[in-house]
Structures are given as structure tokens and as C-alpha cells.
């Protein structure tokens, strides 16, 4: 079975760090480009971060210099490391990726940061 699961998701106080990881099975997460998405409350979920297969990261400028993406083709994972937490990243994280031409999404990982 294809599928993804986020962890790592918890309450951190404001200028906190936290480490989502996306773990993969029946697909090799190096091969595909992979993405984090969040949706606060009341929002619209958002793209925040990509990893593309050959490794390149891309950041959505308001995590840029706060969150760093990585993989580990190893443990077939994916991290998000997310640092100065503030309370405008209150979220359910995302990861995804697009599979046999459809969206793969894993349940999400509530993250809150507030004091």
C-alpha cells in the first residue's frame, strides 16, 4: 500500500523548534518531488516547501531561513526542521507528493505554538 505519515507535530512555545518527519511506503521518496503543505485555522492550505528529486529545496517566504527540508533515501524519509517557531505556523502539516498522476497526502500533523 502507497501511502505517507507525518509525525513529530506537538505545542511549542514561541521561538521554539519542532522536526516533522514524512515517512513513505511503496513508493522511494528520492524519486519524486516531494512537498510540506500546512492549513492554519480558517485558512486554505499552503505550500511551504519543496525537496526535488535531485535535492534542490524550495521555501515559500514566510518560512524561508526558519525551515529547512531534507531526506533521508535511507529511511525513505522526509523532515521538515522548523525553527524561531512563531504563532502564525499553527498548523496541520502536510506532506504530498504527486503519484501515478495523483495527489498523495499523508493525515497531517497538528503543530501549535503558542505560550
Known amino acids: 500500500q502507497v501511502q505517507l505519515v507525518e509525525s513529530g507535530g506537538g505545542l511549542v512555545q514561541p521561538g521554539g523548534s519542532l522536526r516533522l518527519s514524512c515517512t513513505a511506503s511503496?513508493?522511494?521518496?528520492?524519486?519524486?518531488?516531494m512537498h510540506w503543505y500546512r492549513q492554519g485555522p480558517g485558512k486554505q492550505r499552503e505550500l511551504i516547501a519543496n525537496i526535488f528529486s535531485d535535492g534542490v529545496s524550495y521555501y515559500d517566504d514566510s518560512v524561508k531561513g526558519r525551515f529547512t527540508v531534507s531526506r533521508d533515501d535511507v529511511k525513505n524519509t522526509m523532515y521538515l526542521q522548523m525553527n524561531s517557531l512563531k504563532p502564525e505556523d499553527t498548523a496541520v502539516y502536510y506532506c504530498n507528493t504527486v503519484y501515478m498522476s495523483q495527489n498523495l497526502w499523508g493525515r497531517g500533523t497538528q503543530v501549535t505554538v503558542s505560550s
Open positions: 511503496g513508493i522511494m521518496l528520492s524519486l519524486y518531488t
